[in-house]
């Protein structure tokens, strides 16, 4: 059965069921402070942006969020190395200036974990092309974080975002279903997110030791975690990959 799909706009009773669905996030990528100060507003703000879906017993299973904002004004016009990061960072600069907006960005499509290997994600995705395109908009953009590049946290991100497989469609899963559904690679952004925290954070996020010096890898990482025992803190900058969706 088709789940149903609506936006918190049309069905603001829904809100503390779809900003409370379960997620499978690894816990220190929700703590970007960029994110953790932007994203509970676009539920808020901008509903006609964020998707849910409905199985057949009117539980939310899957929900994806989107921001409108303007690429094409002044100083802007490519798309940013700072990606999820500075895309919100403007959507929201431009919504309280009034700025029109000409393009919309995903910022994430999550499936409750007893619901994946539906195909949801690919349903959620297909839901927000056809919102931006009913509100009058000819592209989405998409600052993708491959789905399979944890498992090679030391592989350029370069490298990994271009591998193909035979028939020519991404090798990472994440990545092929955009382009299944229509999206081209535009760029790397090499710092889409931040976190950095003291090094108690990252051990109760991890349960690692965190007390050694230089990279570390952790499970759900990109690529590894910069440690530093002696200034009691540790980074991590996550890569993301930007698609492109003509509607």
């Known amino acids: 059965m088709q789940p149903k799909i609506s936006t918190l706009a049309d069905r603001p009773d829904m809100l503390e069921r779809v900003v409370g669905m379960a997620d499978s996030w690894p816990e220190f990528v929700i703590q970007d402070l960029v994110g953790a100060a932007h994203f509970p507003r676009i539920a808020a703000e901008l509903p006609e942006y964020v998707l849910f879906a409905e199985d057949e017993r009117g539980e939310v299973v899957a929900n994806g969020y989107s921001v409108p904002f303007a690429l094409g004004a002044e100083g802007r016009g490519e798309l940013p190395a700072r990606g999820w990061d500075t895309v919100l960072v403007w959507a929201f600069s431009d919504l309280r200036r009034g700025v029109r907006p000409d393009t919309v960005s995903a910022i994430s499509i999550s499936v409750a974990p007893h619901a994946q290997g539906r195909g949801l994600s690919a349903v959620m995705l297909s839901a927000m092309r056809d919102n931006a395109r009913a509100r009058g908009f000819r592209e989405v953009v998409a600052p993708v974080r491959p789905s399979a590049k944890h498992l090679e946290p030391h592989t350029p991100i370069e490298e990994y975002a271009h591998r193909v497989r035979p028939d020519g469609l991404p090798e990472d899963p994440w990545l092929r279903v955009h382009a299944r559904a229509g999206a081209t690679i535009d760029s790397v952004a090499p710092a889409s997110m ?54």
């Not at 990482?221 to 996550?238: N, Q, T």
Request: net charge negative.
């Open 194 to 247: 931040t976190v950095s925290a003291a090094l108690a954070h990252w051990r109760r996020w991890t349960g690692l030791p965190f007390d050694t010096e230089g990279d570390i890898e952790v499970p759900g990482a990109l690529v590894p975690v910069r440690c530093e025992p002696a200034r009691g803190y540790a980074v991590y900058v996550e890569p993301n990959v930007w698609m492109r969706h003509p509607l």
